[in-house]
């Protein structure tokens, strides 16, 4: 079964298009690397899959349901959630933890 399934997502900052066209999917229990130079686009499409940056055009299924226009909280009540690395915002949590706040 298809968990996450993003559909020619574009994001824009401006007049600048950080992220172009891009489709992937990710089956249920399958682990997906987003791998790419400074810049690419990595974080921002995390940004636009979690919801706190807008996407500019595509689509954002995950579990079956359209997830594209749900605002943040939205996502993170049906299972989408986003843990950033290297922040060390809440480095008194295990991995486990963190992932869990989700």
Do not use: W
Not at 68 to 88: N, T
């Amino acid at each position: 079964m298809t968990l996450l399934s993003i559909e020619a997502l574009s994001v824009n900052y401006g007049r600048v298009r950080a992220v172009r066209d891009v489709s992937f999917s990710v089956a249920e229990g399958q682990i997906t690397t987003v791998l790419g130079a400074n810049g690419a686009g990595k974080t921002t499409l995390l940004a636009a899959i979690m919801g706190s940056v807008r996407h500019g055009g595509g689509a954002i299924r995950f579990a079956g349901r359209d997830i594209g226009r749900d605002p943040v909280h939205a996502r993170l009540k049906s299972g989408v959630a986003l843990v950033p690395e290297g922040r060390r915002i809440l480095i008194s949590l295990t991995i486990e933890e963190n992932l869990l706040l989700g």
